[in-house]
């Protein structure tokens, strides 16, 4: 920003002060509590601070500002809901939030009872900060933004108050929020002043955090769900982010193309609608380098933003550039850069009319767009008022109808299913999302023929998420157009995956139906608890081993020091993988309830089919270098089910020796440089090189490392590799394996985050308790192994293999013919030991629950 609008800015800042001050004495400014102006060089507000503040300016506020606690983070602090509005409608905030919902689900309301509500109700905005902790422009800039709202007597304020009620997530990551200061104020002063947190920036899923919005792994996104998508169901969302340093100062709604279908078009026009006034609103104030319509498609993962739209909630992103941390950057001229979706060139185009020219970069900045993009969209909607209640009525009604209209009219899930206990879970991911489910209570049979059981649960598209459920429970097909492929044909990837279809990740058979279901239907009103049975008088017990939860039931008996043996053969009516215990009936009651897993009596000793099971000792590799997401969400995976297991770091297994302390190591998804430590091509402008972290954070194992890791498995050890770390072994152990999309061009080969068929080999101890046939998530340049032929042909075994044709379910596939029929995942023995390189990714973000147990029986033998 130049000298110019910086002194403007300020000005109107100190006149501000001067006003509120004289009129609202008693409301303490942020710079007055905190010591300092929000984003000043080099400063930074931590978070137990920035809460007090909040539950100051509750007491001040008169009535204006309520603090919410929903509950405390996953490492215990409190996640906030700060709501702003009118006293008056703080005074009966219920019933304005009953309203809110009536107009959002309108089903069986009539357009004068609409009218009604419309007149009754307020426009509702919700807008959450810095979900990702180092983007800290969002959290930094809130307190100022909250304390305006409530202190401001102007006539733009009493309008937001008056008509708005403002729902402010002033923080969506506050652990990481924590960890960021103190690396800051760590390094303050020092050559690494304003570099990256050297490991993830939340306990489990760094900066994947914003990926979890349709699975809702996290307690923080099981917080935002609460307020999103069922108790408000706001009008608006935004989502302040951070992006790169070196192009547009700040991005702001609509998306770039492509968009995905199934949205109300309404809420595609709110964006732009939103987007343009925000963007006025900055231009407005002498800001420059503001930017629509570019970069940020459309069609992005399933995170909270992109998600919004198919709850008929206008979702939006802003995108500030970023500095360091809260240190200014200096950018020349000529190194800010276009070279994006919608921006070919750092030039001025309708979209960026007033380029920013470069110069010093501060949190401040940051800061300033932020605000002026927050105030906008929260006076967009209370000039707006009736239309933006409006548009919920229609928005709602209108995919109502496409719904009961269009085909397929339902999705069935059937409770026969491969492990009901997870097909159960997917109906709670559906209720969390503010899906309507029911249940039927009778048997019933379709006009096409097929019967289904009682018990079957029917969610019906005709209802006001009818494009979420599509994504969710049905195939899905990324475009393949002129707007994902550049000029020369070479495909573009998508941000992220190109499909989130929960029931593909999960594994859960769903069956589209083209009629609507005529049967005796209850609705589920509450989360699905199935409680397991234990029949009382046997001795013995088996469990069904095609359910994920019997593994951590038998983790359980573990810990209890139950001893437990594993079916190897076909025994009466049990299968290769099952589980059975010897004990009494009392001492697994307890497991069951918590479980769900029934356990089901046997009439005799099965001998020598089922042998003792060994709960394998687990290392996982942990590494610095920003962290590795995928480490992270395994963790957190093995806590869900029970397994024990150690971190660790670069030092343990240099030192060697580690087959006295583990049997099992796992390398989760990662290169092989960033698992050595060789030195890497920067990958770009926002990948920090390794030199910008201290040399204690400098991860890699080196050649010790691998030395180690080999010894590990040919003295008994089994390695497992997840993705890209399959390559490791391969590169540095010498396994006789190549990776056979290595090297394609993108027009040879392109799958980006698809969903694939894969057959298992089900006899295989690696393979119990999965289906014949099933789906694996595949991720852009996850290796294909293709054995090579050698003496020792007879050490490798495939897993997993892709289907011979039609591989794709979900997704996008160019080129299936390179990895038809190819192994995805091999066993390979070395020495006395072996390793397991499991190609796709089969835990990933812990939402591919149909491929978990590929990661669980190689924990176990």
């Known amino acids: 920003m130049g000298s110019l609008a910086r002194g403007l800015c300020a000005v109107a800042a100190l006149a501000l002060l001067e006003v509120a001050g004289a009129q609202t004495p008693a409301i303490t400014p942020p710079e007055k509590f905190f010591g300092f102006q929000l984003g000043s060089d080099r400063k930074i507000a931590r978070w137990d601070r920035i809460v007090e503040y909040y539950r100051l300016l509750e007491r001040e506020s008169a009535g204006k500002l309520k603090v919410v606690e929903m509950g405390p983070t996953t490492e215990g602090r409190p996640f906030l809901l700060v709501i702003i509005t009118a006293p008056e409608n703080m005074a009966r905030l219920e019933r304005l939030r009953q309203v809110n919902l009536r107009l959002s689900d309108p089903r069986g309301l009539s357009e004068e009872e609409a009218a009604r509500l419309v007149a009754e109700g307020r426009a509702v905005v919700c807008q959450s900060m810095s979900l990702h902790a180092t983007e800290i422009g969002g959290t930094q800039m809130a307190p100022e933004l909250a304390w305006e709202l409530v202190s401001r007597t102007d006539a733009d304020t009493r ?16 652990d990481g929020a924590v960890m960021v200061a103190d690396w800051y104020e760590k390094t303050l002063g020092t050559e690494y002043e304003g570099s990256n947190l050297p490991w993830l920036y939340h306990k489990y899923a760094g900066h994947d955090n914003n990926r979890d919005a349709f699975q809702l792994n996290l307690v923080e996104s099981r917080y935002a769900a609460r307020i999103l998508f069922r108790e408000w169901i706001p009008q608006a969302y935004v989502d302040h982010h951070h992006m790169g340093s070196y192009g547009p100062r700040l991005y702001v709604p609509p998306y770039a193309e492509p968009i995905r279908p199934h949205a109300d078009p309404l809420v595609w026009r709110e964006m732009a609608w939103y987007g343009a006034h925000i963007a006025y609103k900055e231009e407005e104030a002498g800001l420059s380098g503001i930017i629509n319509a570019a970069q940020f498609s459309g069609w992005g993962h399933f995170g909270f933003h992109w998600i919004t739209p198919f709850h008929n909630i206008a979702g939006m992103l802003t995108e500030s550039a970023s500095a360091r941390i809260a240190s200014p950057i200096y950018i020349h001229p000529d190194q800010l850069r276009g070279d994006a979706r919608g921006l070919p060139a750092y030039a001025p185009q309708t979209t960026f009319p007033n380029p920013w020219p470069g110069g010093w970069w501060r949190l401040r900045d940051i800061i300033e767009r932020q605000k002026v993009s927050a105030w906008a969209v929260l006076d967009l909607a209370a000039r707006n008022r009736e239309t933006v209640l409006w548009n919920a009525f229609y928005k709602a009604k209108r ?8 085909t397929p009219k339902a999705y069935l899930i059937p409770p026969t299913q491969h492990d009901p206990l997870t097909a159960a879970k997917m109906v709670n991911n559906l209720l969390a999302q503010g899906v309507e489910v029911h249940r039927a209570r009778a048997p019933f049979t379709l006009s096409s023929g097929m019967s289904y059981p009682a018990g079957t649960f029917v969610v019906s598209l005709a209802q006001p998420k009818m494009g979420l459920i599509r994504y969710l429970l049905g195939r899905t097909f990324y475009p393949d157009n002129e707007w994902t492929r550049a000029r020369d044909g070479t495909p573009m990837r998508p941000y992220d995956l190109a499909t989130d279809t929960m029931f593909e990740f999960m594994g859960v058979r769903v069956d589209p139906s083209d009629e609507p279901v005529r049967a005796d239907l209850e609705k589920v009103t509450a989360e699905l608890t199935p409680e397991g049975r234990v029949p009382a008088g046997a001795a013995l017990y088996a469990l069904d081993g095609r359910l994920n ?13 139950i001893a437990v043996r594993r079916f190897h053969r076909p025994w009466k009516d049990r299968r290769p993988g099952d589980f059975m215990v010897a004990a009494p009936a009392e001492s697994l009651i307890e497991i069951a309830r918590r479980t769900g897993v029934d356990f089901i009596p046997l009439s005799a000793d099965p001998g020598e089919q089922a042998r003792p099971l060994q709960r394998l000792r687990i290392g996982m590799y942990q590494r610095y270098w920003g962290g590795n997401m995928d480490e992270g969400w395994t963790r957190l995976l093995l806590e869900q089910f029970g397994f024990p297991y150690k971190s660790v770091m670069d030092a343990e297994i240099k030192k060697g020796g580690l087959r006295q302390n583990y049997d099992v190591f796992i390398l989760p998804d990662d290169s092989t440089a960033r698992i050595t430590g060789e030195r890497r091509e920067r990958e770009s402008q926002s990948a920090p090189p390794e030199e910008e972290y201290p040399p204690e954070y400098r991860s890699g194992i080196g050649d010790e490392g691998v030395k180690a890791l080999r010894e590990f498995v040919e003295q008994g050890g089994r390695l497992v590799t997840f993705g890209d770390a399959s390559m490791f072994p391969i590169e540095k152990l010498g396994l006789r394996l190549r990776n056979v999309v290595a090297g394609k061009s993108p027009r040879e080969f392109w799958c980006p985050g698809s969903t694939l068929r894969v057959r298992f080999d089900v006899a295989h101890p690696l393979g119990y308790g999965m289906p014949e046939e099933g789906l694996a998530l595949y991720l852009a340049g996850n290796p294909v192994f293709e054995i090579l032929p050698s003496a020792f042909n007879d050490r490798y075994e495939t897993i997993v293999r892709y289907a011979d044709r039609d591989l ?3 997704g996008w596939l160019i080129g299936e013919q390179t990895i038809a029929g190819k192994p995805a995942m091999i066993c390979a ?13 089969a835990q990933h973000r812990a939402q591919t629950h149909g491929t978990f147990k590929l990661v669980f029986n190689a924990l176990f033998r």
């Open 159 to 174: 309008r937001i108050l008056d008509n708005v009620i403002f729902l402010l997530i002033p923080c969506f990551n506050p």
């Open 399 to 406: 995919q109502t109808e496409r719904g009961a209209q269009g």
């Open 808 to 810: 794709l379910a979900s």
């Open 549 to 561: 939860d019997s593994f951590r039931a038998v983790n359980l008996l573990l810990d209890r020091g």
């Open 829 to 841: 023995r070395m020495g006395k030991g072996e390793v397991v390189l499991i190609g796709f990714r």
